[in-house]
Nanobody
Framework: QVQLVESGGGLVQAGGSLRLSCAAS????????MGWYRQAPGKQRELVAA???????NYADSVKGRFTISRDNAKNTGYLQMNSLKPEDTAVYYC??????????????WGQGTQVTVSS
């Protein structure tokens, strides 16, 4: 089992920045990819960004150039730096850890979610 704990969500004005963190613990040797997903009210959960252990990344088109995903393998922690935030970025953000899916997936382990609200 892998446990994921997210932090860093909150309320920010449009154009502002937030940094999300996801700390992993447990059977982490099985984990290759860490990713961030989001779900807005009335919408399906969607992939925001994902990063493999070696550094390969995948981003949703809607966040390219604004969001940056990174990870510290020594600390078993993943990060999502979100800049130039827009009201449409408002959602619950979930951390995901899985064994090899850089594209959108439902498999793996999930965090509890952290709310990001961007006011206009």
């Amino acid at each position: 089992q892998v446990q994921l704990v997210e932090s860093g969500g909150g309320l920010v004005q449009a154009g502002g920045s937030l940094r999300l963190s996801c700390a992993a613990s447990g059977s982490i040797l099985s984990i290759n990819v860490m990713g961030w997903y989001r779900q807005a009210p009335g919408k399906q959960r969607e992939l925001v960004a994902a990063i493999a252990r070696g550094g390969t990344t995948n981003y949703a088109d809607s966040v390219k150039g604004r969001f940056t995903i990174s990870r510290d393998n020594a600390k078993n922690t993943g990060y999502l730096q979100m800049n130039s935030l827009k009201p449409e970025d408002t959602a619950v953000y979930y951390c995901n850890a899985n064994w090899g899916f850089l594209k959108a997936t439902t498999v793996g382990y999930w965090g509890q979610g952290t709310q990001v609200t961007v006011s206009s």
